[in-house]
């Protein structure tokens, strides 16, 4: 990064940037906007873009719902739930295809990937009739159950590239150390482990709490996450703006935050190493 | 490693490889089984061995034209603007820019708002025809504004997915960009390579991977874009917006009709899988290095 | 106490073999090194003995009990890794006392231990260092104290100081040796390096493509090479090999001669040849020579003979210095 560049390039490509990040993030921003509004404003033409009467009576009146919360809280239950079960059956997998790898290994990963490229209309109807012979329909352990299943080849696969940048010789030095396997484990791979396992965490979380599939066609109003909730905004009697941005905002809020600190993780989840 | 360590590993990667495989084969068996049946939820107990009725019955049905037209259109138009917006948002990232992270941080912001909320905010807050912000911009600039939802559904669609897609295309352009070699790029210039054909044969080239990747990812999930057509226009108006997953989703739990809806699963796993091929072999061949 | 034997130990990967049944015997205290070129199965037969492989046939006996399905972790040997393998995330003081601490150690016993380490190392200032802040040479120090903290039977050095420069190299080279004398424990270790074997070893193992070659000390494979392999291994330059009619001169399909045997003059007696390139290093001059029939012959002498390429040059081989091998590349011993 020793070359020079030219100040009036460098506030051309600020510029550029800014203005191209701005518009992208613009949607999010109105929202944010509209939250503080009252109904009547956030319909109101010509927009009012800052100077509206600011107020948190949507926020209230979300939260006053008791409703709000108890889809919140399910949101939290299906997007927790899910990924740590996934994590305690993944770290023992990736360990295993890391560090003691076979020659079906490859093959395995890739099977793996290939389950999550499986579409889930594919296996809609049969998934669907199974919950309801088992009474899984809107249970909070029935979302739990199938994004964590859903999830687990992602979750495999990103231990598995974090894992497989621990050199080998460390845990065969621990070996000659006189460490069992458990102790290998505990003392040496997990705490050079623990940067790639929490954003393994963050990025499944945060794709558990946004899946808007199986959440719309399995669950309705006991075990509803936030993403079934707002959907009930759609309904024409539903449209309240200012509720919905107020609403939408807090859903989006804490996942927005996770994401950030999780972006140069996301790349490698999402693209399973293939690109770094 | 020694035996001991295989064992072991072995035994750990068990229950992983168990669940997915269960997780994976039951369900397909059982769609590949009912596509096979006459099987309606409104009259249970009916079911009938019917053969590929079910699969004439689906693809000869003009909805499934319809709706794989519209997912053709709905997964190319994304991928081209992603990729070309993406392509250019990751250059312009990568040259310096003051206070780049805050912009990456706007860039990225859309890819993590749940399906749900970007659709509804897009088609109240911004695509309303009356006090929608474009239709705001639109009078303002002396033109009518569009019914986005009755008159272009399909682009709406298409500019809600692409705005929740675009960050993904450019993280990982711009991921790609900034791992190729400063060195490689020095060497163009002493060769005399200007800006331009130092892209043509130095840039674009190293992007053609990653390029490669997202189109594989993007189209994987493109094909069972879901929640942003759910929310919207419910497929509608007609079967303007429906795609293959809409339809099958349509078939199964609006219709009840579970063969055919099973029969549209297989073909739309059939479709991901052709798709999943290439991905695999990719991504299998960078497991090597 | 470590002696180490081995007994017909033999290794393959599913159908391939990379170790050939492997006989040894290592005498407790001794610097034993494995010598060879890369992919000759040295640093397998280290793991082997370390036990981070399974042998597929034959024994591994450690002070003559046989530890073949014994864990790693249990054979009491301690090891170096190429990439010293140290701990990211402890200190030097915990990567020191870590084996200790696995093996239940009390905590002032392994203080004690650690800094005692710490000390012979010169390691002191440091302990309290995580292993990125320091540099290579102090990183190889920990992983050696690492070894020697835990008074094994024996050392395993895996290729320790190919990741160094080369005047760390030398200088690492002379600490491990007085080190391994002091505390006289058997010693094994790895390298691709003839210098590093013929400096440091009280015994070389060569190996080639699975098998040993060779098992001698230093002075003894330099002498008296086995065969055509150990020959042109040992020694630099390389042995010059001559072959057709000149070798059957000396009564053998093969005759090797090494630089340093071959005296070169401008004239008098000897092959004659033409320089074709002359290294000058100051203390000696390498002399690629150009001999009709023979071939190009490399010769090493002494100081400066002021000869430079293209000149005429008399080379004469010092008789009582010739090796003489037979067909299978043997050495033909009279």
Not at chain 2, 128 to 142: E, N, Q, R, Y
Not at chain 3, 245 to 252: N, T
Not at chain 3, 316 to 334: K, L, M, Q, V, Y
């Amino acid at each position: 990064m020793a070359r020079r560049v030219s100040p009036a390039r460098i506030c051309v490509s600020t510029a550029a940037a800014w203005l191209v990040g701005f518009a992208i993030f613009f949607p999010i921003l109105w929202m944010v906007l509209a939250s503080f509004k009252t109904e009547l404003e956030a319909f109101s033409t010509p927009p009012s873009f800052l100077f509206f009467h600011w107020t948190l009576e949507n926020y209230a009146t979300v939260q006053q719902r008791s409703d709000y919360l108890q889809h919140a809280f399910n949101s939290v239950v299906v997007a927790g739930g899910s990924t740590l079960i996934a994590m305690l059956i993944a770290i023992p997998a990736a360990w295993s295809m890391a560090f003691a790898p076979s020659k079906r290994t490859k093959d395995t990963l890739l099977w793996m990937l290939s389950t999550k490229m499986m579409p889930p209309v594919g296996v809609l109807v049969p998934i669907y009739l199974l919950y309801r012979t088992f009474g899984l329909l809107d249970t909070l352990g029935g979302l739990v159950l199938v994004l964590c299943l859903g999830n687990l080849p992602i979750v495999v696969w990103m231990l598995f590239t974090y894992f497989k940048e621990i050199p080998k010789d460390i845990l065969e030095a621990a070996r000659m150390d006189g460490a069992t396997v458990g102790r290998e484990l505990i003392y040496v791979l997990t705490p050079m482990a623990v940067p790639g396992i929490a954003s393994t965490l963050l990025l499944n979380v945060i794709l558990a709490w946004n899946e808007a599939f199986w959440t719309l066609n399995l669950s309705s109003s006991e075990a509803a996450p936030l993403t079934v909730f707002i959907a009930s905004y759609s309904s024409p009697e539903g449209l309240f703006w200012a509720r919905l941005s107020a609403a939408s905002t807090l859903a989006i809020a804490p996942i927005l935050v996770l994401g950030w600190f999780s972006q140069r993780q996301l790349v490698r989840g999402l693209t399973f190493g293939a690109v770094k | 490693m020694t035996a001991e360590t295989r064992a072991l590993g072995r035994l750990l990667l068990g229950p992983a490889v168990a669940l997915l495989f269960v997780w994976m084969i039951v369900p397909l068996a059982m769609t590949i089984y009912f596509s096979t049946l006459h099987y309606n939820l409104l009259n249970p107990g009916m079911e009938q061995f019917v053969g590929l009725e079910n699969y004439i019955y689906f693809l000869t049905d003009p909805a499934f034209l319809a709706s794989l037209y519209n997912t053709l259109v709905l997964v190319g138009s994304v991928l081209v603007l992603t990729i070309v917006l993406g392509t250019l948002i990751a250059l312009l990232l990568d040259q310096v820019v003051v206070g780049r992270s805050i912009v990456r941080l706007m860039v990225i912001a859309p890819f993590f708002v749940m399906p749900t909320v970007s659709a509804l905010v897009w088609k109240n807050l911004l695509m309303h025809p009356v006090s929608g912000l474009f239709a705001w911009i639109a009078t303002s600039l002396g033109l009518t504004p569009i019914d986005w939802f009755a008159n272009a559904p399909l682009v709406a669609i298409i500019l809600i997915v692409a705005w929740q897609w675009l960050p993904f295309a450019t993280l990982i352009l711009l991921t790609a960009l900034q791992s190729l070699d400063e060195e490689q790029r020095e060497a163009a210039e002493m060769d005399g390579a200007g800006p331009f054909s130092s892209f043509l044969y130095v840039t674009l080239p190293h992007l053609a991977r990653p390029i490669t990747v997202v189109i594989l990812i993007e189209t994987i999930f493109l094909l069972t874009v879901f929640a942003e057509i759910f929310v919207t226009t419910g497929g509608g108006p007609g079967l303007a917006t429906t795609n293959i997953a809409f339809l099958i989703y349509a078939q199964a739990l609006i219709q009840y009709d579970v063969g055919s809806a099973s029969a549209g699963g297989m073909v739309a796993v059939v479709i991901a899988n052709i798709v999943a091929f290439f991905l695999v072999r990719i991504v299998g061949r960078n497991l090597e290095a | 106490m470590g002696r180490i034997t081995l007994q017909g130990v033999r290794k393959a990967f599913g159908s391939h073999t990379v170790i050939h049944g492997a006989d040894l015997d290592i005498a407790d205290g001794s610097f034993v090194v494995f010598v060879g070129p890369s992919g000759c199965g040295k640093t397998t037969l280290l793991r082997l003995i370390a036990g981070l492989e399974d042998v597929t046939d034959g024994r591994i006996l450690i002070d003559g009990s046989n530890v073949v399905g014994v864990a790693a972790a249990k054979r009491g040997l301690s090891m170096v890794f190429q990439s010293y393998a140290l701990y990211p995330h402890m200190s030097v003081r915990g990567n020191i006392g870590f084996g200790l601490k696995m093996a239940g150690v009390a905590r002032p016993e392994i203080n004690r231990k650690v800094e005692a380490a710490a000390a012979t190392l010169n390691l002191t200032p440091y302990l309290d260092r995580k292993p990125r802040e320091l540099s290579g040479g102090q990183r190889q120090r920990v992983a050696i104290g690492r070894a020697i903290v835990r008074e094994p039977k024996a050392f395993l050095f895996d290729e320790p100081l190919s990741n160094l420069d080369a005047a760390l190299r030398v200088q690492m080279r002379l600490e491990i040796t007085t080190l391994q004398k002091q505390l006289a424990t058997t010693a094994i270790y790895v390298t691709h390096d003839q210098v590093e074997a013929m400096t440091m070893a009280d015994r070389i193992v060569v190996l080639n493509a699975g098998r040993i070659e060779q098992f001698g000390s230093p002075l003894e494979l330099y002498d008296r090479p086995d065969n055509l392999f150990v020959a042109g291994f040992i020694g630099s330059p390389r042995m010059n090999f001559i072959g057709k009619e000149m070798a059957k001169r000396y009564g053998a399909p093969t005759i090797g001669i090494r630089p340093e045997h071959l005296r070169a003059a401008r004239d008098g007696e000897g092959w004659q040849g033409v320089v074709s390139v002359a290294e000058h290093l100051g203390s000696d001059t390498f002399l690629h020579v150009d001999v009709p029939e023979i071939g190009r012959l490399t010769a090493r002498s002494v100081g400066e003979l002021g000869l430079t390429t293209g000149d005429r040059v008399r080379l004469s081989p010092d008789p009582a210095r010739i090796h003489r091998f037979d067909a299978d590349g043997r050495a033909i011993r009279s």
